[in-house]
């Protein structure tokens, strides 16, 4: 079982850096935010990981997306923000 460890120093840092910063401080961020923004909004920005990844796949790797499909479905989640938003009041902080 230890012939499957990672033998490289690279190795063991991409991996600590996936583990500390990818998911330790994503996670975080995520609850975090989680705690600052109503459950529609939340629900809605949980699917946003999709077209958020075709984007960051067409960006950085320059692989050949359907734009119009990727436009379409990033509209649908900016509406279903919007109409997830619609009954929210927002308060206004009072004055010392």
């Not at 012939?3 to 401080?25: M, R």
Request: aromatic share 8%.
């Amino acid at each position: 079982k230890a012939d499957f460890l990672p033998q490289a120093p690279l190795q063991w840092g991409v991996l600590v850096f996936l583990g500390l910063v990818s998911t330790a401080l994503g996670m975080y961020w995520w609850n975090k935010g989680a705690c600052l923004v109503n459950g529609g909004t939340l629900a809605v920005m949980n699917n946003l990981h999709v077209p958020v990844g075709l984007l960051l796949n067409l960006l950085i790797w320059n692989q050949h997306e359907p734009l119009g499909r990727l436009a379409l479905g990033g509209l649908v989640i900016l509406g279903a923000v919007w109409i997830s938003r619609l009954g929210v009041r927002r308060t206004v902080p009072s004055p010392l």
